[in-house]
């Protein structure tokens, strides 16, 4: 829709993006939230995104699969007549694992990302507002442990989530969208408090 506002929300797993994004859907009416990726995936879909291995073939169809979604998330976006869009995660998301996952594990990718550059950020739109919640390496492995039930165990690790959250940096900073950062250390009301009040500030 034209003159429509899209704001994504990013940031590591467990650090509020979900809750803040109903928190702000709830205060102002004008605003619609995007679910993230796994939300809009079939049972039967996640399944076979659950069953891929680390194989060459099997990381470019798990690429293939969240490029689709993305498609999907902003048809909606452009269907819907809300003057706000709040996505929960973006392809900024996709770019950050892709880059972490290779320089952790060396595991296969494009030809011209198989090298510590950031993933080409904009092989799919970007919202020009980012709100990052922010988490400390600690906090991330603590709440991984916590609350973890479908993450192989191997993106749990302080080491693996110490490398996300640099990869993180990196794809924000080729994104060329303004960056809010939230600290997502808090206790969760504080940064939905927080997050409700960046967007606020915006409108």
Known sequence: MAGQRVIAFEGLPFAGKSTAA????????????????????????????????????????????????????????????????????????????RLALHTAFGLPGDPDTATTAPMPVCERPIPPLIVYFSVSAPTAVDRHHRLARTIDTRLRTQDFLSILIDAYQQVLAASGSRVITIDSDQPLADVVTRACESVRETF
């Not at 009416?29 to 399944?47: I, K, N, Q």
């Not at 293939?64 to 999907?72: E, I, N, Q, S």
């Open 22 to 97: 109903t928190a702000v859907a709830h205060q102002h009416s004008g605003v619609m939230v995007v679910p993230d990726y796994h939300e809009m995936l079939t049972p039967a879909e996640r399944l076979r995104v659950a069953q891929l291995s680390d194989s060459a073939d099997d990381q470019h169809h798990r690429v293939a699969v969240y490029r689709d979604l993305d498609d999907r998330r902003w048809k909606l976006t452009d269907e819907s007549d809300s003057p706000t869009a709040i996505f929960d995660r973006c392809y900024l998301s996709i770019a950050a694992y």
